[in-house]
Structures are given as C-alpha cells and as structure tokens.
C-alpha cells in the first residue's frame, strides 16, 4: 500500500501493532506490518536492551517505540522527585487495602510489602524522558507518546533525526493540539481500545478528528485505534478516513506476547462487555480485564484509586503476584488476573503467532474491500 | 443494492431512519432508503393518524414501525395497571427535586405540576402491544421492537403477514436469543448510539454480532447502528459484516424533524464528548445531549432517577416545559434542553434536508468504497 503513513514510517501495509513485547514487535515489522515497542516498564537501561535485541533481529524493517510523558502530573505528587519519595506517600489504608484484597484469594502478601518499584521505571516524566534519549539512538522509524501533548523536545528531536513522531489521542480537541505542536501522525483512539482511552467510539472520533484536522489546514494522517481485530475492521476505519489501523489487544492473544496462559485463556472466554475502564491499574481511566481487583478498587469501602504513578506502584506488584500464585497451582487467585485489553477482548477466540495475525489481517482487509466493491456493481 | 436486507424490506438503498417524526420518515423512504416511525411517543389513536398520513404521502415507498415493548418490568412498578396509579407512586421528594431544577433555571411549575402522562402514551407493554396492532393494520414493511426479546405476538403475527420482524440489541447474547426466538433482522446497536443502549461500541459489536449469528447457524441479517452519520461510516460497518445502516441521530438535524430550533442549535455546536449515557429521562440507560437536567439527576443531591415508566412521566412534561420555555423568550432554560441523540453529534455541522442526507449518504458510501478499492491496487 501506498499512503502518506506507509511513506512516513516506511512499513508495507499500514498495521501498526502496539506491543511490550520484542518477539511481536520483530515478528509484525518483518512480516509487512510495523511494530512499536512499549517502553513504559522498563527502566532506560532495560529499554536500552529491548532495542539493541530488536536491531538484531528485525532484518532492518522499520519499527517504532511509545513512550509515555504524562503532560500534566497529578498535583498530589507533583512535589515527589523520585520513585523512593512517591511510594512513601502511600497509605497505610491503601497498603491495608491492598493486602486484604489479595489475601481474601489466598495470595500471600503483608501490607507493607505491598508497595514496589524498580528503578526510575513506570509512567513518570524523568522516565519518558530517559526513554526518549535511549530509543532516539536506535534506528527506529516512528516515536510515538501519550497522555498528553507530545513533549516539545520529542518533536524537536524527531525533525532533527527525520523520525515521524505520533501522538495518541482520545478527542478532537487534543488531535487539534497535537497538530499545532507539530506532530506528524495522529493516532486517533476510540474508548473501546485498551489501555489508557478516552470515552468517545472509535467509529465516531475517526471522521471526526480526520474532519477538524482538515478543517484545520493540517494535513497529517490519521491512524485508528480501539477495537480494531480483523482486517475487516482495519478496512472499515479507512473507509472512514483512517489511512492504517493502530492496534493493541490482538497481539496480546499472540504465541508470542508477553501474557500468561491463565489470562490467554481468559481472553479467549471473554466477551466484550467484560472489559472496564477504571482508575484502578494505573491512576488514569484505563480499559481492562474486569476482575474483582476492579470491582473492589471501584465499589463501596474501597479506599480510593491512587494517582499516576501510585497507583501502578501498588497494582503492578499485586498482578505480579497474582500471576505467579496461579502459576504456583492457586486456582482462586485466577479471578483476580486481569491486564489493560479492549472491548475486541470478545473477538477473541484463538492465540495466533503475530505473523498469522498480520498474514489474516491481509487477507480480510483484501476481502473486505472486495465485498464493498461488489456491492456497488 | 440486492442484499438480504434489501430483499427482506424493499428497500433501494439498505440506509434505516428510525425518527419520530412522518416527514422524516416519508422523506427518506421516498429517496430510495427506509423510514422507520418511532411510535412510543404516541397513543395508539396517534399513531394510527401518523401511518394514515404516511401511507397518503410515501407513494408507495416501503416503510416500518418501531413499537417498544418491555420485556421486563421493573419490580418497582410492575403492580401498578395503568399509568394513574404509576402516577401516583412517584414521591414527594422526586416532585419538589423537579420543579426545584426546573425552576432555578426560571420554568414556572409547581411541584404538584411535575407528573403528566398523555391516556396510554408511554413505554409500557399496554402501550406497545396497542401500537403494534394499529402497526399491522397498515402496509409496513418492517415491525422493529426494542428493550427485550420481540413479544411472541409480534413475530408470530409479522410470520402471518409476511413482515420481516427486526430487533434491536446492544450484545452479542441478547442477538443470539432474539435469533432463537424467531426474529428476521438484527439491529445490533453500539453504546454510542442516542437512546437506549448498551456499552459495546458499534464497531466491536457488529462482527461479534454477525460472527455469534453464524456461529449457531443463524442466517440473519446484521443492520449497524450508533455513530453512523455518514455513507462513509456506512460502508464502514458495512465492510466489518453488516447489510445496512440504522440510524437516528442524524435526522434529528433535519429541516423536517421534530426537534426545537433551540436543540437544533445545540447539535451543531455539541463535539461527540458532549452526551452522557443516564437512566434520568426514560429510566433505562439512554444517550442523549448531556446538560444541568444530567448533573442534577445523576449527581449529589439527586432522589435517585425512577424506574421506567415513571421517570419519563416526570422528564417528559419537564422537557415540554423547558422547550417552551426557551420559545417565550427565557434564555436561561436553554442549559437544560436536551434529547436522546448519540456522540454521532460531534458530526453534524448543519441542518439539511432528509432527502439531502440520503442523497449524501449515496455519494459518500460510494466515494468511501471507490477510495478503499484504489487501496488494493
């Protein structure tokens, strides 16, 4: 295919897979798509790693990194410089909370072992920033941000280097800014889409940032995210206006993802209302695996959701913890294993290897489109 | 177009107008689509006036009707024979905290004044079952019903006459159940659509919809709906599985339709992110316009929103006052205007005319799939 984000990025066929995983990564750019690495939970020198082992085995096709810089820090630990600082803000309540919560489905873990981190790792500035520096050395193709304008040293940087930068967006409005910012792809997310999402569909934000971007005099391409796992789908959002699909979920039913059995076999049960977006994983509204880690943190006589990055300093050590009390032979703690996935979680019925998912999305977008045509005649 | 839907409904041009307004529905009808009369709003008496002068003015188009007849009701309210005695089961505090909303926004009306209902009008399954006999008296080529398994009544009685049945459906199981029982289209609805509606967005929803139908050997036709306000958005859907489009929303910015110039107003202004989805007007969780009606309803301070049908008997009357209101001059009640209408509204710019929008639709279904065919080449 032949459009302006195919020309950007230099990828064959517009499939951008948004994964935290290298092998996916490796496996999407080599067989046509384009793979973005996640760099969010790893420290810099980890990150470091990630890349220099995708370099290796990419066969030189293109591929990207995202990284988060939030734009705006939750004034309740803006005063915090560090990870050290930031976790003894946590409560005792929360602390308490917490371990009660994980203890009730019988994994093993005291209060004040509840909060952890590592490093300069998980969704700060000075990380983003560091990761930024790190993936601006490798030969990518594509740095993308989120959770607010992307930073101006990021595109600054990217213009300097001829690496296209893309931002994620959940609204018309922040499209708008990311524009003027001088950001070259949009990545416009519906609220069906895992992870960090707004509240708008996917199918009503496409026409309508591609339409303000226009009406704007901005001429940057459009990429549609949320929801999207089939080709069909893909062809769907570029009839809509989209020139290329930027996805998440469907990778993480891969041979290859980083995810455990225990919640691969939960995608493939779920249907899409099992999904929720909370506050609960992250501190920001997020769409998950609705677990009763959800349900808790959500309902009556929970001590409320922390801010970013609190809250990831408590729940990434308790999904932890609970993935491996389930590999450990603990049956019960399986209700509460969850991960960021969209409403697609209920197109789900199968793990592929990332190549097939790229080889299938091929065939039904050609398909797809097919059908459409005939329809005219 | 030949589709199954085309054939089932004979229809030119599988594009559905659910409005509440004949002028609508004889415009879009006449221009090749396929109006349906939304008759809730109506005693029977009314709707049997409203097809009499659809069929005197549709030429002989197609057309359909669109009854909703609960399938459950809520326990609150089930005891209660007819609309007096629901009358009287709405309490002081939800009187007072209506006329108090309505009068710190200068609309004159008592607490005493709050509940009004019109004979049999309403949501309820007297009503609907009513409405549906004066339905099949007439030459409609559709019967839709929503909120619940269509009543074995309607499908046994569209069988008898040869009228397709359709419902609608915001998951995947209730489509699978309304199949069982016997219905001939599925409209599987989004959660950003206006009105009732689930949480699945349109574009998830549709291929798990169509994907469930063929997985239990269901060869029925999917009809999308919520967002859609655009032929490109309608090739869209119609590349992710489904036969036709059912839409709402953007007839309401018609130069025929019902709404008030003051709502009118407020659609081309509202972005996608300005509807909520609250049980505050019907009830049900239904999307509409999100305005200081919402806050009060769904926030601090709220009595809590009545079951169906009594809060509609308290919100309609309240939004009659509210419209007239704004008419006779009082600036201020325009904050509280409001009407279902889905996040397609950060879509409409301009009011045009229903035999315009179909019109539009063509040329942009057709522009949509032209551009996805170039793709491929």
């Known amino acids: 295919m032949d459009n302006a984000v195919c020309r950007l990025t230099g990828c064959e066929f517009p499939l951008f897979a948004f994964s935290h995983c290298r092998d996916v990564v490796v496996a999407v750019s080599k067989a046509g798509g384009f793979g973005v690495l996640g760099a969010t939970r790893f420290t810099p020198e980890q990150l470091e790693e990630e890349l220099a082992w995708i370099d290796e085995h990419i066969d030189g096709a293109p591929y990207g990194v995202d990284v988060l810089v939030p734009e705006t820090v939750d004034p309740r630990v803006a005063d915090f410089a560090d990870n050290a600082q930031r976790a003894e803000a946590i409560s005792a309540q929360h602390r308490d909370f917490t371990a009660g919560l994980l203890n009730q489905y019988g994994v093993a873990v005291s209060p004040d072992e509840v909060v952890r981190y590592e490093g300069r790792a998980g969704i700060t500035p000075e990380n983003g920033f560091a990761q930024m ?25 990217g213009k300097r280097r001829g690496i296209p930068v893309a931002a994620l967006v959940g609204a018309k409005e922040h499209a708008l800014r990311q524009a003027a910012a001088g950001v070259d792809i949009i990545v416009a997310q519906g609220g069906e889409a895992g992870g960090h999402c707004g509240e708008v569909s996917t199918l009503v934000l496409i026409p309508e940032v591609v339409r303000a971007l226009k009406a704007a005099g ?26 290329g699909a930027w996805t998440g979920s469907v990778w993480l039913a891969t041979t290859e993802a980083e995810t455990s059995e225990a919640f691969r076999d939960k995608m493939v049960a779920a249907r899409s209302r099992d999904t929720v ?11 998950q695996l609705k677990t009763a880690w959800h349900e808790a943190w959500d309902g009556e006589g929970s001590p409320g959701t ?72």
């Open 133 to 157: 520096e790190v993936a601006f050395r490798h030969p990518i193709r594509l740095i993308a941000n989120a959770l607010g304008i992307a930073p101006a040293e990021m595109i600054a940087e």
């Open 277 to 287: 977006r909370s506050r609960s994983r992250t501190g920001k509204p997020a769409r």
């Open 306 to 377: 922390l801010p970013m990055p609190l809250m990831g300093m408590v729940s990434e050590p308790a999904f932890q913890r609970i993935e491996k009390a389930v590999i450990n032979g603990n049956e019960e703690a399986r209700a509460l294993v969850s991960y960021f996935v969209g409403q697609g979680v209920g197109l789900i019925d199968q793990v592929r290897s990332a190549k097939g998912v790229v080889q299938d999305f091929r065939e039904e977008f050609a398909e797809a489109v097919l059908g459409l045509t005939s329809m005219l005649e």
């Open 218 to 243: 901005q001429d940057i391409p459009v990429l549609a995210a949320g929801g999207i796992m089939t080709g069909a789908q893909m062809a769907a959002m570029m009839a809509a206006g989209a020139q």
